[in-house]
């Protein structure tokens, strides 16, 4: 008896909270503040961002590589939000015995070439520079293991004014399409 009477406390209790929003329009508002509170405190469980001073690096990822691949390439966004130029001089990845930053071109004959940036990479002052297939592109050589889809890998950028981050490059599938990401 006394069980019951518990049960229906707590049930007339919980229809007294939800009568105090009579309106459909006030659950609504209750459901959708609900959704943008919990909206805002996971955004950053699933954001693919890196800052270094002014420097934003945004959604680095490389794609998997098949067994027995020497190499493997990086790719990302650099917004500089400041009010100089700043410069990417060098990187790093977990996976290479050596990192450079390069940049892949077409020549008059029709040849596409790759070479290391020597002097580093400008990104101008409140401009971006998006590192893409076919254009620059961070070189991962002497891979110490495959690059595998869905198995992220560590690495730092390194830049003239902003400084070292360490970043975290995602893994896409091989030859995968990457219209989300610019590529």
């Known amino acids: 008896m006394q069980g019951s ?3 229906f406390t707590r049930a007339s209790t919980f229809v007294h909270l939800l009568s105090r929003f009579r309106s459909f329009e006030e659950r609504l508002g209750l459901a959708v503040f609900t959704l ?3 909206f805002a405190m996971t ?3 699933w954001a693919h961002e890196f800052k270094a001073g002014d420097i934003e690096i945004v959604h680095p990822w490389s794609q998997a590589t098949p067994e027995g691949a ?3 390439a ?3 966004t650099l917004k500089n939000h400041g009010n100089s130029t700043d410069r990417l001089v060098s990187a790093t990845g977990d996976v290479a015995g050596m990192t450079q930053v390069h940049e892949m071109s077409v020549d008059a004959n029709g040849i596409m070439t790759m070479k290391q940036v020597a002097d580093g990479l ?3 002052a409140g401009g971006e520079v998006t590192l893409k297939p076919g254009s620059f592109h961070i070189m991962f050589m002497d891979l110490k293991q495959p690059v595998k889809e ?3 890998f560590k690495g730092t950028l390194t830049f003239e004014k902003a400084g070292t981050v360490e970043i975290e490059y995602s893994v896409e599938a091989m030859g995968g399409g ?3 990401h610019g590529g």
């Open 122 to 124: 400008e990104i101008p």
């Open 43 to 45: 955004h950053p469980l």
């Open 178 to 180: 990457h219209d989300d």
């Open 74 to 76: 990086g790719y990302l």
């Open 70 to 72: 020497k190499v493997a």
């Open 36 to 38: 943008a509170l919990l």
């Open 150 to 152: 869905g198995q992220p």
């Open 5 to 7: 009477q518990r049960a």
